[in-house]
């Protein structure tokens, strides 16, 4: 493999020979080579290629806006086609270079996700691992940086948050008077309270649980609280700073007398950002993130939960092998994970089954159901029912995900969705080889994800900065053009026509989901009260309910801690609604396959419209001098449309949760009313508190309210697309005829410039070949030389 990956890395590379014949400097070659360490050759060189591209691409950008300004600079007014193309440049040179990948790790706490990041950045005991007692009690983000230190920066609650959530754990806390002594038992049992109380004697020492807010409020915190909220942690060694960390991010749910400081403030932390120096095995731009447990009964912790689920575009569902098949947890987790990808940004899950080296060989044997293979060890096991999950697994999530999203959706064409790891053993190595522990398939698959994101990236931004440097030399080119073609032409009549077709695709593509809507709200009236009382009835009656129920009801509904199972009675019942649009939902916002109920590809269907329009009109005035801006207008029609796909991406959320949000809100009152309740039964009398708000919203029209705020952010996502559109194409139809509207300004000659990007242009496709031509001579010579394969070294 080495001898493979060494011929495949020193092959000349011809975009390197035409291109970037430049010398660079040493030092900012080993940085570059350092950060793509984690890569093997054959993605380095392409990854290479590619950054070097872009940094070329930034130079041409700052040079011509450089240019740009000096000549405008003195100028009493500067013309309106020459702002818009600075403010463009400007732009386009401060974009960030990559936005990181967020891959969150996802699952109960004991689940294995911090030994399994440990494993993956090859450090055995960075992250703290859980033991009985003790569970990492806040989202944590691993990511590799440029520094030389091992940083860690703890973000605390400030103090508007701190003090929004002391005063819902005392009106928790406050004891409801006259209880019988069945009561009092069951008040002192309850989950909710326990957590209450522990935060509490934590950060204000034994006792606090029977302060009420004012005195909490000018009580002094054990620990010490910095006033920036923001605690930073350095260290050189990787165990040092895990050793300082450790405090920050485990908690122990008894014994907690006698912790040091940095415990006690463990109730107000709302996360930690972990920065490891240039990582051989995480690569710069992806961000590993554990997600512990299933929210937070803090307002803004549990914000960030979702938000954290949201921003990830990739979700590991993380999962032991022992709980894998039928934990009612693991299958909310996944019901989670799938709402991120109908919500969020998220377009790609996999499941993670954690443990895998636990096996206890007779069980196995006794209940194995293959009988004409004999099974001779420990290790053959492991690698059987590994194969065996994987397939079940497989089949189960496919379906799962099937159900819920659209057929062709990106995610159901992964041929394994399924992975099992040991942590354990990838340490060890007493059962299985690294290979086998599957750690590095995982890196795999960052990396995968990492060089298609750049890939796409700095396709994207060649082409755009090729777009600008073509207007803007076609402002500074002196020749008289003609001008009047595009009015001529009727462009602008073409485009206001289109504008109206794309109006109507949209109601188009948005209309079937009418109907599954309409037949969800019919559902959903028919079994709220079913699932109403599912959620309010207990196996072990009010036992342990108590204060869990007034803790959903100050929280209008949803009740999130870090160990227990999350209640959420507004998504609970518009469940059968989201049962029934799901699949529709997700394919109108699905990205890939052009079909006609997707939304995309009629925003597509309509830049292609245009663009051919232009070619059309280049092509029958013959325009010579003026193929700048035809060239122009094509590049920048794909620019403005791209943005709009980041627009739809963020409403989409936002129409999603409209049904919940809607349900949330005609509750509040009855839930505001519910946690008044004290006295005697208050756990039952809050409870039909509830189910007569509901019954009496319900009659009212609740879900069909919420229907209407469905379709009204379905409505203001369409107006907002055709505003958008509209606005963007005026612009650039002005600056197409900005010589006729007199606009026109003698600008600073960029002809070098706009030579070299045209360059750089078309070597996008050069280097995209080279990376097809590279990885094909790398499995080439890995079939000729099959006992030098092996994983790739990183
Ligand atoms: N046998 C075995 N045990 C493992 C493996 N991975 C983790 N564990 C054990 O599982 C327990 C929980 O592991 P963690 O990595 O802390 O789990 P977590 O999901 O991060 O848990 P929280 O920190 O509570 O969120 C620890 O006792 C680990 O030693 C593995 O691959 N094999």
Not at 152 to 161: G, M, N, P, R, W
Not at 412 to 421: D, G, I, M, P, Q
Not at 696 to 711: H, I, L, P, S
Not at 755 to 772: C, D, F, T
Request: overall charge positive.
């Amino acid at each position: 493999m080495a001898e493979t990956e060494d011929f495949v890395g020193q092959e000349p590379h011809p975009a390197d020979d035409d291109l970037f014949k430049e010398p660079m400097k040493k030092r900012r070659r080993s940085d570059r080579d350092q950060r793509f360490r984690a890569f093997p050759s054959v993605e380095q060189s392409a990854l290479k290629e590619y950054e070097k591209l872009e940094s070329r691409t930034r130079r041409v950008l700052s040079n011509t806006y450089q240019k740009l300004i000096q000549s405008v600079f003195l100028d009493d007014s500067i013309p309106n086609g020459v702002k818009y193309l600075i403010n463009r440049l400007l732009t386009l040179i401060e974009k960030p270079s990559l936005d990181p990948i967020y891959i969150g790790l996802f699952g109960s706490t004991g689940a294995g996700k911090s030994s399994l990041i440990n494993a993956i950045i090859q450090q055995a005991m960075f992250l703290p691992v859980s033991g009985e007692s003790i569970c990492t009690s806040c989202i944590v983000q691993v990511r590799s940086g440029c520094c030389e230190q091992y940083e860690a920066k703890i973000h605390l609650l400030s103090d508007q948050e701190w003090k929004e959530e002391l005063k819902n754990l005392t009106k928790l806390l406050h004891r409801t008077e006259e209880l019988g002594g069945e009561e009092v038992d069951a008040w002192d049992r309850d989950d909710a309270m326990e957590e209450a109380i522990w935060k509490l004697q934590i950060l204000y020492g034994n006792g606090a649980e029977k302060k009420n807010y004012e005195e909490l409020l000018r009580a002094k915190p054990k620990g010490k609280i910095p006033t920036s909220r923001i605690i930073t942690l350095k260290a050189e060694e990787a165990g040092e700073l895990s050793v300082k960390l450790d405090p920050y991010i485990r908690t122990k749910r008894r014994d907690w007398q006698g912790e040091s400081a940095e415990t006690q403030i463990w109730p107000l932390i709302k996360h930690v950002e972990v920065t490891l120096p240039k990582s051989e095995l995480i690569p710069e731009g992806v961000v590993l993130v554990d997600i512990p447990g299933t929210g937070d009964f803090n307002s803004k912790r549990d914000e960030m939960w979702k938000k954290t689920i949201d921003k990830c575009s990739v979700i590991w569902v993380i999962s032991d092998i022992e709980r894998v098949s039928g934990g009612r947890t693991h299958e909310d987790l996944l019901n989670e994970s799938i709402k991120a990808c109908q919500r969020g940004f998220c377009r790609d899950i996999a499941l993670v089954v954690t443990k895998t080296d636990k096996l206890y060989l007779p069980e196995y044997l006794r209940e194995r159901k293959v009988v004409n293979q004999a099974i001779q060890s420990q290790r053959e096991a492991v690698l059987e029912r590994n194969e065996m999950i994987k397939i079940q697994r497989n089949r189960i999530l496919k379906e799962k995900l099937k159900r819920k999203l659209p057929a062709d959706c990106k995610v159901l064409e992964a041929s394994n969705l399924v992975y099992t790891v040991s942590a354990q053993e990838y340490w060890q190595q007493a059962l299985l080889t690294e290979e086998e522990t599957e750690i590095p398939k995982l890196r795999e698959y960052i990396r995968k994800r990492l060089l298609d994101k750049k890939r796409r990236m700095v396709t994207k931004y060649v082409t755009e900065a090729f777009g600008l440097l073509l207007l803007t030399d076609s402002f500074s080119c002196t020749d008289n053009l003609p001008n009047e073609y595009l009015h001529m032409s009727g462009l602008r009549g073409f485009v206001e026509e289109k504008i109206q077709l794309l109006e109507k695709a949209i109601d188009q593509c948005f209309a079937p989901i009418l109907q599954p809507l309409q037949e969800g709200i019919r559902n959903a009236r028919t079994s709220y009260r079913r699932i109403l009382g599912a959620c309010l009835v207990r196996s072990r009656g009010n036992q342990g309910f108590h204060q869990t129920l007034k803790a959903v009801c100050l929280k209008n509904g949803i009740y999130a801690s870090r160990t227990l199972a999350r209640i959420d009675l507004n998504a609970a019942i518009t469940q059968p609604i989201y049962d029934q649009i799901d699949p529709v939902f997700g394919g109108i916002f699905r990205a890939g396959t052009p079909t006609n109920s997707a939304l995309m590809p009629h925003i597509d269907a309509f830049k292609h419209s245009l663009q051919e329009k232009m070619m059309e009109i280049g092509i029958r005035n013959g325009w010579k001098h003026d193929s700048y801006k035809k060239s122009f207008l094509i590049q920048e029609i794909s620019a403005i449309l791209g943005g709009l796909e980041e627009h739809i991406l963020r409403k989409k959320r936002k129409i999603y949760e409209s049904l919940t949000t809607s349900v949330q809100n005609d509750l509040k009152p009855c839930y505001e009313e519910a946690a008044q309740i004290t006295g005697k039964k208050a756990c039952e009398r809050m409870k039909d508190i509830i189910r007569r708000g509901v019954d009496r919203q319900v009659a009212e029209g609740m879900f069909e309210r919420a229907q209407e705020r469905m379709q009204h952010q379905f409505q203001q996502l369409k107006n907002g697309i055709t505003e958008k559109v509209k606005g963007s194409i005026a612009t650039m139809l002005t600056l197409a005829s900005s010589q006729g509207d007199g606009l026109y300004k003698e600008l600073a000659d960029v002809k070098s410039e706009y030579k070299e990007m045209e360059k750089l242009h078309r070597s996008l496709r050069e280097v995209a070949e080279n990376a097809v031509l590279r990885q094909g001579m790398q499995d080439f010579l890995l079939r000729m030389s099959p006992s030098k394969a092996g994983p790739p070294r990183t």
